[in-house]
């Protein structure tokens, strides 16, 4: 009887002792985990910052792109517009009989419809 009682006891050190272990590696698993989240969050918040670098930088490249075009057609239209004040100026005759016949045209397309 006493060998069974032995027996016991061991194994009732070797699950405490198990226990133990397990714990331990439960722990270890943890803090494991705990700075591999860590090194993720840096690497996340590292990948963010390069991703806000680039969206800057191309969002300052298409300004300075449309922006040249932007002014290229502004100067295109103030020649259009000067160039047809310059004409209207010349031929005031001319444009009023064509303002004339485009009125009569708008007109007469617009009592069709309506």
């Given at each position: 009887m006493a060998i069974g009682v032995i027996q016991r006891d061991e194994k009732a050190v070797d699950?405490?002792?198990?226990?133990?272990?397990?714990?331990?590696?439960?722990?270890?698993f943890s803090a494991l985990m705990r700075s591999i989240g860590a090194q993720g969050r840096e690497k996340l918040v590292?990948?963010?910052?390069?991703l806000g670098t680039t969206i800057e930088n191309?969002?300052?490249?298409?300004?300075?792109?449309?922006?040249?075009?932007?002014?290229h057609v502004?100067?295109?239209?103030?020649?259009?517009?000067?160039?047809?004040?310059?004409?209207i100026t010349n031929r005031p005759i001319t444009f009023l009989v064509t303002a004339l016949a485009a009125g009569v045209i708008a007109g007469a397309?617009?009592?069709?419809?309506g």
């Open positions: 699950t405490a002792t198990l226990r133990s272990d397990m714990q331990k590696v439960i722990d270890d590292e990948s963010k910052e390069k191309l969002r300052d490249n298409t300004r300075v792109r449309f922006g040249d075009a932007y002014e502004n100067q295109l239209s103030k020649e259009a517009a000067e160039e047809s004040r310059r004409t397309l617009l009592s069709r419809r």
